[in-house]
C-alpha cells in the first residue's frame, strides 16, 4: 500500500461529498492515517460513529483541525465564511485547507481572509453528485472517472496543489485546473442552471389545480421524473450555491430564456426547421456526452 498522503484528514461537514471522501479513505488507506469529522449536530456525529468511517468525531470545528496536515470544508458554501474565521487560527502550520464548494470565486472571497500565513489553500471541486445528502448517502465509486476542478489561486504552493490533485486522483477522479471565475461560468450552464430548471417546473407542477397536479404525479412521463430526481437535492445547498454565483446565472439563465423564446415562436408559426434543428443539437450533445463516459 501506498504511504498516506496526510497523517490527519478533518472532514467539517459529512454530506454526500465528505462521507464518500471519509469512506475511500477507509477502504483504501492511503488518503490519510487519521480521519476525523466535525458537523454541526451530534446526532450527525453519533450517526458517523454508527457508520464506522471516522475515527474520531469533534462537535466544535476548532477542535477537529487542531493537529491535520489536510482540513476539507464539507458543508455548504454560504457557511464557508463562519467557518473560517471558526478555524482559521487553529489550523496547522504547513497544513493544506481545501474545499467541495460548487462555487469557486466566492469560497476564494469567503475563507481567503482567514487563512494564516504558512497554510496553504487550494480550493477544488468534484464533480460529482446525486440527490441524496447526510453521512448515509456516501459511497466509494462516487467520483469514479468524473473531474475534479482545481481552483488554487496565484502563487499557491505548487506542492500542495498536486497533493490535493493526489487526493482527488486516489478517489478515482480525473484532475484539471482552471480559474476561478471561468469554472463559476461553466457550472453555471452545466450545474447550477439545469437545477434552477428544474425546481421551476416542480413548482409549475405543484401550483397546478389539484386534479391536474395529481395527473401530473400518476402519468409523469421520464422527462418528469428525470426533472423530479434533480430537484430533490439539498435545498440549503442550492440556495447557497444559487446566490454565491448570482451573475453568473443570471447571464446563462438570460441566455436560456432567449432560446426558449426562439423555440416558442418556431412552435407558434409552424417552423418545423427550426424545431427539427434544436432537437439535433440536443442529441449532439447526448451523444458527445456518450463518447467521452460522461453520460
Known sequence: MAEPLFKRLALIGIGLIGSSVARIAKD????????????????TLDRV??????????????????????????????????????????????????????????????????????????????????????????????????????????????????????????????????????H???????????????FSICHTADGLADESRQEVLNFAASGFRDFTRIAASDPVMWRDIFLNNREALLEMLSRFMEDAQGLARAIRWGDAEYIENMVEQGRKIRRSLIEIKQA
Open 49 to 182: 460513529v454508527e457508520l464506522g468511517f471516522a475515527d474520531r468525531v469533534e462537535i466544535d470545528p476548532a477542535k477537529a483541525v487542531a493537529g491535520a496536515d489536510c482540513v476539507m470544508l464539507c458543508a455548504p458554501v454560504g457557511a464557508f465564511a463562519a467557518l473560517a474565521k471558526a478555524i482559521g487560527l487553529h489550523l496547522m502550520p504547513g497544513a493544506v485547507l481545501t474545499d467541495v464548494g460548487s462555487t469557486k470565486q466566492s469560497v476564494i472571497r469567503d475563507v481567503g481572509p482567514f487563512v494564516p500565513a504558512g497554510v496553504h489553500f487550494v480550493p477544488a471541486h468534484p464533480i460529482a453528485g446525486t440527490e441524496y445528502s447526510g453521512p448515509d448517502s456516501g459511497f466509494t465509486t462516487l467520483f469514479q472517472g468524473r473531474w475534479t476542478l482545481l481552483t488554487p489561486p496565484p502563487g499557491t504552493d505548487t506542492a500542495s496543489v498536486e497533493k490535493i490533485a493526489e487526493l482527488w486522483r486516489r478517489c478515482g477522479a480525473m484532475v484539471e485546473s482552471m480559474e476561478p471565475a471561468h
Open 184 to 198: 463559476d461560468r461553466v457550472l453555471a450552464i452545466v450545474s447550477h442552471l439545469p437545477h434552477l430548471i428544474a
Open 28 to 43: 483504501r488507506g492511503d488518503l490519510a492515517a487519521e480521519i476525523v469529522v466535525n458537523a454541526r449536530t451530534q446526532k
